[in-house]
């Protein structure tokens, strides 16, 4: 899913909760996309966890990619940076993910 700007206000936040929580039930991995989110974009960091709480009571894994150095610092300096795990590509990512299936 490309996140694009919808953690810039609380409504876009709260589509994008709506979004993700649509769909989580039909998956088992979900890789949200920051590719050209600008820090300043991300604002509601908190809806982040939100959704990662659901996914996870559903049996569901969140990655996320195209995660700039300065969405990291923001992720690290709110406490949030160890709860996700971020790859470069959507590959890494599906591999990543498939690696922790088969231990």
């Known amino acids: 899913m490309r996140c694009r700007d919808h953690l810039r206000t609380q409504e876009a936040a709260a589509a994008f909760s709506y979004k993700v ?3 989580v039930p039909g998956t088992c991995q979900l890789v949200l996309d920051f590719t050209g989110i600008e820090p300043s974009n991300v604002v ?3 809806e982040l966890v939100v959704v990662l709480m659901w996914a996870k009571a559903r049996g569901c894994s969140i990655q996320l990619i195209g995660v700039t150095r300065e969405i990291e610092k923001a992720l690290d300096e709110s406490n949030l ?3 996700f ?3 470069q ?3 890494q990512a ?3 993910e498939q690696c922790i299936r088969a231990a």
Do not use: D
């Open 85 to 87: 795990s971020a790859y």
């Open 21 to 23: 929580a649509s769909l």
């Open 81 to 83: 940076g160890s709860l």
């Open 44 to 46: 509601r960091l908190g």
């Open 89 to 91: 590509t959507l590959e």
């Open 94 to 96: 599906i591999i990543a």
